[in-house]
């Protein structure tokens, strides 16, 4: 209770101080820099001096947070990168040999480009399939939405329907586990999947497909909507079938949109972090790179490599960077 | 869509899609609502049949007996208080005898005495002589577990693994680390959208590309800074304030790019002639965008108050574990290393935890739907 007043007081204090701030400075602005009238009375207009200011008080906070929060911290990460564990004395490139020699880090690159491959190409066709599917059946809404339910939940929480999911009780047990579950059922083998190598990345990488379908569903639906019926007509008119019409006529027209879905997807994927962590903490083969920045920035308070780490998922969102910005500003110049 | 699919196949496909987006779920739900004995022997598919459990009772010793018309007695029960319908099925002296007896029926001991044990679970051993063992007699059962359906679980969360607490913890990062960025973004959307100044494309082409810049490029340097801010001022390094200002730094390239995306589409005569008329771009933007820009900051919102509630990486890094830090996504990772096996424990608390997205979710669909097309198709 007591938690919930002070909460509420610091954050009345926090939204209210951010208010005082844009009504005080632009009021501020207004008064010291006013229309006047010259001692020989000519009217001056200094609407165009504050003009000029205003939007500094716009965009100045946001700039200021963006600064400190990402663009500082970014530089300040690739040089701790060539330092050692205490950030003390410079060691080049020391890190980055130690990490290209290292077992897990082989084993961490290996595993991100497996989810890289698997999780983005997997979440599109299946966002395709259903959107494909959903509409052209009366219930398609409701299918939607429940299939885009679990972008709305936690990695962690998903994590934990997963791992329920997959739980293993022994070889003489009744499975709780609906996978084992359905292996029994079928005269099978239960096994303790997240523990076989190789194979439990696929099913970790399957939590993300699974939260990630939905999104993926949502924007292919409303580009297919977008694709004018008469494309599609004439396809019918010279006599191409269903799959023909799919591959040939509608996946062409939406090319942008899935790429931009697959590109959303693929930042996900870098930074996957949450399900690894829950799921297996890396043993079993699992380790991806984001976890083992978490562990040796904290496990091992060693910040040279953990800097070094999250350089290498830096160096893997560059290119999408700066495709984004490309097409942001070939937008901008149509405009 | 007009297409010659068959029709069956694709009620089936979408079906199965369906089934397993939303049985996982769904199995969660109703395991964290099942009794802790019955989550562990039959899978939540079968909730609603009555299982069979061989369990084993211990008879109370000498110490216990009491007189009852000249006999001498040994009464209890096997059951726990609170086992709810659970009943006796059959009994044996034996293990692999446990169908001897059934409930009610006397069971001829050895010496002359006779043990009854009744459906509630409940027995009575009567001899004619003392008895004197020291250590109880074990008797072997078949218990029925009926299904039974409480929010026990959830109570027994809440109160001794903490997570009423962990749940306040995340509503305290969650809504100022919403409000705040949505207020700063607004704002800077507003200038980025409609007023000139030097260096607005500029700005705002590294705003595009701080989009996808992996948060963890900034955790290590803010580590660092928190603590010697806190040291240098005297204030704790993992705080609220620390983690509500981190989260509006990661959420702020996106809000900016929505709003003044959506802003920026405005109609320009409304601005123009506003401005026109005397107004300064202040009184444009609180009188005149913010009112039509409440769809967009809706959307931002939502994302925003998902993303925050959902994190675990931040709280790991800008809060501590301490009860009253701790959110609910990093308490969950605790249970699931040292309450592994205890699924009531797991379901309840990751119920808990995902029920606030959900309801967020199917109350505010539309918005989150809008704000992703937003994001991603313009």
Redesign the interface.
């Known amino acids: 209770m007591e938690?919930?007043i002070r909460?509420l007081l610091?954050?009345g204090g926090?939204?209210g101080a951010?208010?005082i701030y844009?009504f005080g400075s632009?009021w501020i602005l207004?008064l010291s820099l006013r229309d006047g009238r010259t001692r020989d009375g000519q009217y001056i207009s200094r609407e165009k001096i504050?003009?000029?200011i205003?939007?500094?008080l716009?965009?100045g906070?946001?700039?200021l947070?963006?600064t400190?929060?990402?663009?500082?911290?970014?530089i300040?990460?690739i040089i701790?990168s060539f330092y050692d564990k205490n950030?003390q004395n410079f060691i080049g490139l020391d890190n980055y040999t130690w990490a290209f020699n290292n077992a897990d880090f082989r084993q961490a690159i290996f595993n991100n480009l497996l989810w890289l491959i698997i999780v983005p190409t997997m979440s599109t066709i299946?966002g395709l399939?259903?959107a494909?599917?959903?509409?052209?059946?009366r219930w398609?809404n409701i299918?939607k939405?429940?299939?885009?339910?679990?972008?709305?939940?936690?990695?962690?929480?998903a994590?934990?329907?997963?791992?329920?999911?997959y739980?293993y009780r022994g070889p003489d047990?009744?499975?709780?586990?609906?996978v084992n579950?359905i292996v029994s059922f079928f005269g099978g083998t239960p096994q303790a999947w997240i523990t076989i190598p190789f194979w439990n990345n696929i099913f970790l990488m399957f939590i993300l497909i699974?939260i990630q379908?939905?999104?993926a569903m949502?924007?292919l639906s409303?580009?297919?909507r977008g694709v004018p019926e008469s494309t599609?007509e004439a396809a019918k008119i010279d006599g191409a079938?269903?799959f023909a019409?799919?591959m040939r006529i509608l996946i062409p027209q939406i090319t942008s949109?899935i790429l931009?879905?697959w590109t959303?997807i693929t930042?996900v994927v870098?930074?996957v972090?949450?399900i690894v962590?829950?799921m297996t903490n890396g043993q079993w083969n699992t380790e991806v790179v984001?976890n083992m920045?978490?562990r040796w920035?904290?496990r091992s308070g060693d910040?040279g490599r953990?800097?070094m780490?999250?350089?290498v998922?830096?160096i893997a969102?560059v290119p999408?960077?700066i495709w984004?910005?490309r097409r942001?500003?070939q937008?901008?110049a149509l405009k | 869509?007009?297409?010659?699919?068959n029709k069956l196949m694709?009620?089936l496909?979408?079906l199965m899609?369906?089934l397993?987006?939303?049985?996982?779920?769904f199995?969660?739900f109703i395991?964290s609502l099942r009794n802790k004995d019955q989550?562990?022997?039959?899978?939540?598919?079968s909730a609603l049949r009555t299982t069979e459990r061989n369990e084993v009772g211990r008879t109370g010793d000498m110490d216990d007996q009491f007189e009852r018309n000249g006999m001498y007695v040994i009464s209890g029960s096997f059951f726990a208080e609170d086992s709810g319908k659970k009943n006796i099925k059959t009994l044996g002296l034996k293990q692999d005898a446990l169908d001897t007896y059934t409930f009610d029926e006397a069971v001829d001991m050895g010496d002359g005495s006779t043990l009854t044990l009744a459906q509630d679970g409940s027995y009575d051993w009567v001899s004619p002589t003392p008895f004197e063992h020291t250590r109880g007699k074990r008797i072997f059962y078949v218990a029925n577990i009926p299904p039974t359906f409480s929010l026990k679980n959830y109570t027994e969360v809440l109160q001794s693994e903490r997570i009423g607490q962990a749940f306040?913890?995340t509503?305290?990062v969650a809504?100022?680390a919403t409000?705040?960025p949505i207020?700063?973004?607004a704002?800077?959307a507003?200038?980025?959208a409609w007023?000139?100044?030097p260096g607005?494309?500029f700005?705002f082409?590294?705003?595009?590309?701080?989009?996808?810049?992996?948060?963890?490029?900034?955790?290590?340097?803010?580590?660092?800074?928190y603590n010697v801010v806190g040291d240098q001022f005297g204030f704790e390094a993992k705080s609220?304030?620390g983690i509500?200002?981190?989260h509006?730094?990661?959420g702020?390239?996106l809000a900016?790019y929505l709003l003044r995306n959506y802003i920026g589409g405005l109609p320009k005569d409304i601005i123009e002639s506003a401005r026109i008329d005397g107004a300064?771009?202040?009184s444009i933007?609180t009188k005149l965008i913010l009112p039509l820009s409440v769809p967009a900051l809706a959307s931002f919102a939502i994302f925003q108050f998902?993303w925050t509630?959902?994190?675990?990486?931040v709280a790991?890094?800008f809060l501590g574990k301490r009860p009253?830090q701790i959110v609910?996504?990093s308490k969950?990772?605790e249970l699931?290393g040292s309450r592994g096996d205890n699924?009531e424990i797991?379901?309840s608390?990751?119920f808990i935890?995902?029920s606030v997205?959900?309801f967020?979710?199917f109350a505010l669909?539309r918005y989150?739907?809008r704000g992703?097309?937003a994001g991603?198709?313009?």
């Open positions: 938690q919930i909460a610091v954050m926090g939204v951010l208010l844009f632009n207004d504050r003009e000029r205003r939007p500094w716009f965009v906070p946001a700039l947070i963006l400190m929060y990402l663009i500082y911290p970014a300040q990460t701790l950030s299946f399939i259903i494909t599917l959903a509409d052209s059946v398609g299918a939405s429940l299939i885009f339910m679990p972008m709305a939940i936690s990695f962690v929480g994590s934990v329907i997963w791992k329920f999911v739980d047990a009744a499975q709780i586990g609906i579950a699974w379908t939905g999104f949502v924007l409303a580009a297919l599609i079938n269903g019409i799919f949109t931009v879905v959303t930042i870098l930074k972090f949450d962590f829950a984001a920045m978490y920035m904290f910040f953990g800097s780490l999250a350089v998922i830096m969102v999408i960077m984004n910005i942001f500003q937008e901008e | 869509m007009k297409f010659s699919f694709v009620h496909v979408l899609f369906v397993v987006w939303t049985l996982p779920i199995g969660l395991s989550l562990i022997i039959s899978g939540w598919w306040l913890n509503f305290t809504v100022p409000i705040i207020a700063l973004a704002f800077a507003y200038a980025f007023m000139r100044f607005r494309q700005l082409a590294v705003v595009v590309g701080l989009l996808v810049v992996p948060l963890q490029m900034s955790l290590i340097p803010l580590l660092k800074l609220y304030a509500w200002l981190a509006t730094g990661f702020l390239p900016i300064s771009h202040f933007f998902l509630w959902n994190d675990l990486l790991l890094v009253d609910l996504t969950i990772t699931l699924w797991l379901t608390s990751a935890s995902i997205p959900l967020v979710f669909q989150f739907v992703l097309l991603s198709e313009k």
